[in-house]
């Protein structure tokens, strides 16, 4: 069946802009209804640099994530429908526009106070032909209380329990208004049992959707019994809810009221608050509105003060009994969301120590040091926050055997040894020899991986190799001191081996061995290595896994990962290095003279011998 | 704010200096006009404008109201057309500007502002004006432009361009339109180059009543200018140094300029509109909508002519702002020494805005001026809810008490005018 509310309790939306107040008192808002998550999805901030945004739910914190545009963020949560555009006057068009074309967007709902009226009007020609609700601007947003509230409706905590805006009610508000929103809300509880649906249109001169929008949508909606409409003198809006009227489109009881009755009284011209705000004809002087309304059946106060009274009487008519359900657990949760509540520094996401047993990505260490998890699995719950398949766990526990050690002459272990020898810690020793790890020793993973990723389907093989060529890099992982075609590194070997019988996907391995077969070919020690093919394999386990392109880059270029595994498995080399010294006792470590070239002259003198 | 209106002698010189960039090369706008006002250096003036001393002159007031000639507010004749020198344009203005003016319409004021252009003797005059309307730009277009155009509505070609549209589209829709009407193509290039003008400036109304074609010559006789000022971070700065005057007839008090200027420097609203000096009924109120609400009832009550003050605080206004706002109503208010007055101090359930902290501003106001409210005997009536409302009316509450002020102080429970019925009905039991 088709929902004639505006919002649900299921309503998820995508906020634009970080503005960290709005974000709060709408996820405090959820909290107090009782919702189980916080109703944003996501945040559009297209300049900024973290990855989530922090909000109190409840006491604890939670965490929003961010996206860099509004298709991302809508892609990235199909179960939004509203996007709520707080930008600012200068950018809320802009926006706008672009978030037409996101197909899973129902309303959006702007806030901005002072976009042109120009492009107001178009914004509000673009939704009829897009087919969609626009909210404002200059709106201070909407509600249906006990299900969701966007933007700022409602107000601050304290009003939202004074009005008891987390009632669902019977009644159906509209107002151009924000101000006054409260105001109303708060009569029609004291009188009827509160609003079931507002929405504040916002006071522009060309509002996105109008009165009767809103108003025929809760004609249509069983739950809503009557209609209270506050409009204001200025423009004509008020007009098509009357032709509706009389049209017998809206059936429903409406209380209207417009407000600007004033200014019939006043010598000169005076602006009201709002934009709108302003007869320049009769029919647009709030008297002239106000008798229109009436004549077309509306029920209209002889003046503001005698609205709640009108409210009272018909809502009775209505049958709309005086009940007021409050939302179980409601007033606790609003005592939580008025307390003080300390924000965290560090935010943790893999792991949690704080309840009776410890915790990787919410698996109990129990469950963890059981027989089916191998230490690739834990690797791949803390390092990718998922438990990997067994193929791609057993892959890192293979990596880890095979680079855990290559003998003591290789800078690592080598440095780890003179530590060891001259008289340092097992930290100490280790760490001078995880120094010497880098772009030049064990490095090559990440470059590998990311100089063959990155030409993959973009260039061939040969393309590649002369490219680099053409810019003096040497390709990472091409290249080994003493193995050749002929004389094959068994390490490379067993992996491809692997790689061929487990994994799902082999991409960037064939194109590396083409690499490789081109590259032998002018030498014959210029094969693939297994730095290389290391970093070649970690990228066909994650495209297996379906990670994106994005992601992966980012996995090798900013977070550095693949080389993790290296480090991991290297270090069992270097503490066996350093108690190979303790055990054997060397001495300290001195280097000879005789291995050292002097040539400690200044500058001038090999000049002049040239 | 929005529409905003603009001088006749401002848009005029606009459009002059835009023209070539707007309008095609075979048509021409030499236009010749200056503002006098009452700070203008009249020999710097006629330096500057040779062509003062050399023509024939029209002199109009530029103060943003139509229908001057009705008025007889358009000086072109002694004795026959065109016969208004430089010297007698000087002293029709000084004239003008020593006394009051009413017009037709009720406005009153004194004139300050006019515009002096040459007079220029031409045959037909036409008829062109561009509305931003509620769903499409519309274009009106009448071959008998003049004063008497509305009379004349019949003859008037109106033209609905929607918004997407190019700028090409809308020139062969104009043309296919005006050509069922004339054969002068020379409209057609000034109607479109207005058009796409009128759209790219963010005007919101643009009229040309009348305008005259000679030739390749346009003659910009009269027009009036609406723009959208919102627009000021677009076009801002092509727009220039832009004007906003005040609708003629609302000269501001000093209280009022103070108020602006305060309003001006500040990030909050604080507005203040003086209605009736003598007026028994003065309003505090806080919000946009709230302010309305409150002076609708007291008007709807049958008091319009008791209400001395249009005015509104939001925007969470500082204490200091607030009490700049109160101290100037009460000194209004209490300057006359007369008793029996009423203070609203009203306002919606706020939805951010700390009540207790702009009460504070309110009481410090208060606290002021003590003497002067307790001899008066004003009555205070209070309403107001939202954060920290409760701290708020207890704190104005006994500061009244305090000064020794009749004073009822209500919170969300009172309906939110219910506190301007309750002020009434006791005055008419007095």
Partial sequence: MEHTSLFTRKTQCIFWGLHTTAIQRMTDYDFMIGREKPSISGIVAPSRQENFHKVFFGKKEMLIPLFGNVKQAFNSHPECDTFLNFASFRSAFDVTMHAFDIEAIKTIVITAEGIPERLARRIRETAKKKDKLIIGPSTVGAMNPGAFKVANIGGAVENIIEAKLFNTGSVGLVTRSGGLFNELANIIFRNSNGIYEGVAIGGDRFPGSEFLEHMLRFEKNPDIKMIVMLGELGGSSEYAVINAMKEGLITKPVIAWCIGTVAKYMKSEVQFGHAGAKADKEMETAQAKNKALSDAGAIVPVSYNDLPGLIAETSKKCGIKKVVKQASGFVKRSKIVSSRRTATNFICTISDDTGAEPTYIGTPISEVAGDDYSIGDVISMLWFKRRFPHWASEFFVLVLKIVADHGPAVSGAHNTRITARAGKDLISSLVSGLLTIGPRFGGAIDGAAKYFYGALDHMTPLEFVTKMKESGVNIPGIGHRIKSVRNPDKRVTILKEYADKHFPLNRLLPYALEVEKITTAKKDNLILNVDGTVGILLVDLLLSLGYSRKDILEIISSWGLFNGLFLLGRSIGFIGHYIDEKRLNMPMYRHPWSDILYDARPEEDKTQEK | ?430
């Fill in chain 2, 1 to 430: 704010m929005a529409q905003r209106s603009i001088r006749e002698i401002d848009g005029k010189q606009m459009l002059s200096r835009l023209w070539n960039e707007f309008f095609p090369e075979d048509l021409k706008l030499e236009y010749r006009g200056v503002l006098i006002d009452e700070e203008s250096d009249l020999n710097k003036i006629e330096s500057e404008n040779k062509w003062l001393c050399e023509s024939n002159l029209v002199v109009k007031p530029d103060m943003l109201f139509g229908k001057r000639g009705k008025n007889g507010l358009v000086y072109y004749k002694n004795e026959n057309p065109g016969d208004v020198s430089w010297e007698d344009a000087k002293k029709w203005i000084k004239e003008k500007s020593s006394d009051t003016t009413t017009l037709h319409s009720g406005q009153s004021g004194t004139l300050s502002h006019f515009i002096v252009e040459p007079f220029n003797p031409h045959s037909d005059e036409y008829y062109l004006s561009i509305n931003l309307g509620d769903k499409y730009d519309e274009i009106f277009f009448s071959l008998q432009g003049g004063v008497d155009i509305e009379e004349n509505w019949d003859s008037v070609l109106t033209i609905k361009l929607d918004e997407s549209i190019s700028a090409e589209e809308a020139h062969e829709i104009i043309k296919n339109e005006l050509r069922k009407f004339t054969d002068t193509e020379k409209f057609d290039s000034f109607v479109c180059s207005a058009y796409v003008f009128f759209r790219n400036m963010h005007y919101t109304y643009l009229e040309f009543n009348p305008f005259v074609l000679e030739d390749d010559k346009i003659i910009l006789l009269d027009l009036v200018a609406k723009v959208d000022d919102t627009a000021h971070f677009l076009k801002g700065h092509i727009w220039g140094d832009l004007e906003f005057p005040a609708p003629f007839g609302r000269s501001l008090t000093k209280e009022e300029n103070y108020i602006k200027g305060i309003d001006a420097n500040s990030g909050s609203s604080l507005k203040l509109t003086i209605l009736n000096k003598e007026g028994k009924i003065w309003t505090l109120v806080a919000g946009g909508g709230a302010s309305v609400v409150y002076a609708d009832t007291i008007a709807d009550m049958g008091h319009s002519e008791e209400l001395a003050t249009y005015g509104e605080y939001s925007g969470n206004p500082s204490m200091e702002e607030t009490c700049e706002y109160a101290k100037t109503l009460f000194d209004l208010m209490t300057r006359d020494g007369k008793k029996g007055k009423i203070l609203i101090i009203g306002g919606a359930i706020a939805n951010f805005t700390d009540v207790a902290k702009t009460f504070k501003g309110i009481i410090c106001a208060m606290n002021e001026y003590s003497k002067k409210l307790k001899k008066c005997e004003v009555e205070v009536y209070v309403r107001r809810g939202g954060p920290n409302y409760k701290t708020g009316l207890k704190n104005l509450r006994s500061a009244g008490k305090r000064i020794g002020l009749k004073i009822s102080v209500h919170g969300p429970e009172t309906h939110m005018t219910d506190i301007v019925r309750m002020a009434l009905e006791k005055q008419e039991v007095r």
